[in-house]
C-alpha cells in the first residue's frame, strides 16, 4: 500500500525522528546510547509526487559521557513500486556489519513508511563515498601539491573533514595534513553524481591555463586530480568567505564588479568543454517542476506559469545569440573574498550557452526577494549596473539582445525555488520575483 504525504510529513519532524532512531535504530543493537537531540539540516528536498528528503543530525550520549553528533539522512517514497525499485538498489550496497555507528555507514529500511534511513557515508549513488572519507585515500596528491608549494614539508597527519552534504546529489571535503605549522595544509575534494566530476575538472583545468587566470583576472582553485572510480575530484584550497547577500557593502559592489570581468574572460575563452544549452532547456526545466505545484501552491503556480508563457513567446521572436563558454550557476554567492580577492566556485554546471544565460541569471539574484525598503531596490539596481559595465569592459560588442528573457528567466527560477522551500513569507517573496520578472522582461537593453 502506498503511503500519504501527512504520513511521511509527521514522521519527518524531529521530535518523532528522534523517537525513530533511538526506539528502532540504535535501541536495538546500542541500549546504552542515548538520543539526546535531533535537528534538521540542509538537504530537504521533495519531488512531488513522488519522493521526500530530509537531512539530520543526532546529538548522541555514549557510555562514558562521550559526545558523538552523526549525520543520517531518510529518503520516502509514496508509492510503493518506486519504493520497492529503489530498495533493490540500496540491496547492492556493501554489507553492513549492523552497528548503526559504524564509521563506514549504516542503512535500514521501514516497509511500514516506505522510508530509507541512512547514516553518513552510506549513499546509494556513491557507494564509494566512505573510501574517499579516509583521508589516507588522498595522501599520494597531497604530498606531491605540499611539495610544490612548501618545499621540504611533511605531512605527519591527515584529516577528513565533510563540508557540504546532499545526499545523492554531491559531498564537499576538506583534508587537512599537519605539517608542522600553526594552521594545517588543506586540499579540498568534491563528489558529484553522473560523472559530472570529470567535466568538472576538464573545465578547471582549461580555466587555469587562461591568460586571465595567470595575470590575476581570473582567481580559482588549481585542479589536482581526479579519481573516476570514486568520483572524486581534488582541488587546491581557495581562500577566503562567501559574499554575503548585503546589496549596500562595499564588498558586495567590489564583488560585482569583479564578477562582471570574469565572466567576460569567460565567455571569451573559446573552452569547448561543456553540453550545449538553451533557452528551450531551461523553460522544459521548469514547467517539469512547476507542474509538482498545481495543487500544493496553485496561486504560485499560476502566476509562474503565466511569467514562464511571455518569456517563451518573447524567446521565439529575438533570434538566438551565439552560443559562448558559459559557468552556468552564476551567482553572487558563487564567490569568495579573502580580504583583497575574489576568487570564483563551482564551475560543475558549465556549459555551451547564450552570453545573456550567465548575465541573466547573475543579475536575476541581484534583486532582493523581499525588500526592507525602496533603498533595497535601487541598490540592488546599482550592483546591476556595475556588474554589466564590467562586462562590457571585456567583451564591448555584447549587444543584450537576449538579455531580458534570461534575467526573467532567472526571476521565475527563484520563484519557483521560494515555493518549493515552503519557507516564511514563500507566498509574498514568490509573488516579488514573479512581479520583477515581467518588469524585466519589458525592459530594454541599456535602460
Not at 279 to 298: G, I, M
Not at 326 to 337: A, M, R, V
Not at 357 to 363: A, T
Request: net charge neutral; aromatic share 12%.
Amino acid at each position: 500500500m502506498s503511503v500519504s504525504y501527512s504520513t511521511i510529513k509527521e514522521i519527518s519532524q524531529t521530535d518523532n525522528m528522534a523517537t525513530l532512531l533511538s526506539e528502532q535504530v540504535l535501541k536495538p543493537v546500542l541500549p546504552s546510547v542515548q538520543v539526546k537531540s535531533v535537528k534538521t539540516k540542509q538537504g530537504r528536498r521533495f519531488e512531488a509526487p513522488r519522493v521526500l528528503w530530509n537531512v539530520y543530525e543526532a546529538e548522541l550520549e555514549l557510555p562514558g559521557g562521550i559526545e558523538a553528533r552523526p549525520l543520517f539522512w531518510t529518503k520516502a517514497f509514496f508509492d510503493d513500486r518506486d519504493c520497492a525499485e529503489y530498495q533493490s538498489r540500496v540491496a547492492r550496497l556493501p554489507s553492513q556489519n549492523g552497528n548503526p555507528l559504524d564509521p563506514r555507514g549504516y542503512a535500514q529500511f521501514f516497509p511500514e513508511l516506505n522510508m530509507f534511513l541512512f547514516f553518513f557515508p552510506t549513499d546509494p549513488v556513491f557507494p564509494r563515498l566512505g573510501k574517499v572519507t579516509n583521508s589516507e585515500t588522498v595522501r599520494p596528491v597531497m604530498t606531491e601539491f605540499l611539495e610544490r608549494v612548501k618545499p621540504g614539508a611533511k605531512i605527519e597527519s591527515i584529516a577528513a573533514q565533510r563540508v557540504k552534504y546532499l545526499p545523492e546529489i554531491s559531498c564537499i571535503l576538506r583534508y587537512e595534513a599537519n605539517v608542522g605549522e600553526e594552521r594545517p595544509f588543506s586540499i579540498y575534494g568534491k563528489v558529484q553524481h553522473s560523472k559530472r566530476g570529470e567535466t568538472t575538472y576538464q573545465v578547471m583545468k582549461a580555466l587555469w591555463d587562461l591568460p586571465a587566470r595567470s595575470e590575476g583576472e581570473l582567481v580559482l582553485a588549481e585542479p589536482l586530480a581526479y579519481y573516476p572510480d570514486e568520483a572524486l575530484l581534488l582541488q587546491s584550497a581557495l581562500e577566503g568567505e562567501e559574499v554575503a547577500g548585503d546589496r549596500h557593502s562595499e564588498i558586495f559592489l567590489a564583488q560585482c564588479e569583479a564578477a562582471g570581468r570574469m565572466v567576460g574572460h569567460i565567455h571569451a575563452s573559446k573552452i569547448s568543454v561543456g553540453q550545449p544549452h538553451n533557452v528551450d532547456l531551461e523553460l522544459e526545466r521548469l514547467y517539469r517542476r512547476l507542474d509538482e505545484f498545481k495543487l500544493s501552491a496553485p496561486r504560485a503556480y499560476m502566476l509562474i506559469r503565466g511569467l514562464l508563457k511571455q518569456i517563451a513567446a518573447r524567446a521565439e521572436r529575438v533570434p538566438p545569440e551565439v552560443a559562448v563558454p558559459s559557468h552556468g550557476d552564476y551567482k553572487y554567492n558563487q564567490f569568495l573574498f579573502d580580504g583583497q580577492r575574489f576568487g570564483m566556485i563551482d564551475v560543475e554546471y558549465f556549459v555551451q550557452a547564450e552570453p545573456s544565460f550567465d548575465l541573466g541569471k547573475y543579475c536575476g539574484h541581484l534583486w532582493p526577494a523581499s525588500p526592507k525598503d525602496w533603498t533595497d531596490s535601487a541598490q540592488a539596481k546599482e550592483a546591476r549596473r556595475i556588474f554589466l559595465d564590467a562586462y562590457l569592459r571585456v567583451r564591448p560588442k555584447y549587444e543584450g539582445r537576449r538579455f531580458s528573457i534570461y534575467e526573467a528567466l532567472s526571476l521565475a527560477t527563484r520563484a519557483l525555488v521560494v515555493t518549493w522551500a515552503q519557507s516564511r513569507n514563500y507566498q509574498y517573496m514568490a509573488e516579488t520575483l514573479i512581479a520583477l520578472g515581467y518588469e524585466q522582461l519589458k525592459t530594454r537593453w541599456g535602460d
